[in-house]
């Protein structure tokens, strides 16, 4: 299976029309979250993307209206909004969970989830699924420009726990490209740029 994976489009035409020609080579494509920017403009990437006509499995970012990106179900069949509920492709299962993970920014357009909250919608993920969240696990792929970590200890729990055979993540903008490991899983913080994977 051929996984395109990005993260932190924010708006960005040009990099949703790119990651929307280069699905035509997928199997899978996996957004994980950040599609608009302070809760605004979720269509100015959407529109783009809901071409893609492979599942397009996507999380909801701390920039992005949970509600909204839902709503958008009723016209893209191929879209599936995961945040603490999974779907398979084929043989293989897939969870997601959305959010700034653990809650830093108070910000009213800022969509956060306590450590706690996370832990509990997290304890539904599969062993060895693809899991997909917008941040990344504490520790890995999370690093800062100040130097410090800023990932989830919920995430972090959640793989040792369930071994994710892959982990994509975005949010921290710092540690874009950056990737990692947990035990068996590979962590991968994406970026808004094309981003292959094969399982």
Known sequence: ????????????KDAAWSLRDAARAADVVIGAG????????????FDILR??????????????NLTEMQAANRGWPHL?????????????????????????????????????????LLAACPDKAVLVTHSPPYGVADLQRNGRHQGSRAIRAA???????LVLCGHIHHAWGTKG?????????LGPSVNWFEI
């Open 80 to 120: 599936h909004v995961l945040h603490g509920s999974g779907v398979a492709v084929g043989d293989t299962p897939f969870f997601g969970l959305g959010y700034e993970i653990p809650a830093t920014n108070e910000a009213s357009w800022n969509q956060r989830l306590p450590e706690a909250e996370a832990e509990e």
């Open 1 to 12: 299976m051929k996984i395109l994976a990005f993260s932190d489009l924010h708006r960005d």
């Open 181 to 189: 490991a947990i035990g068996h899983s590979a962590v991968h913080n």
């Open 51 to 64: 071409d893609i006509t492979v599942p397009v499995l996507v999380v909801a970012g701390n920039h992005d």
């Open 159 to 165: 793989i040792e726990r369930h071994q994710p055979q």
């Open 34 to 45: 950040d599609f608009g920017t302070r809760g605004e403009g979720l269509a100015d990437t």
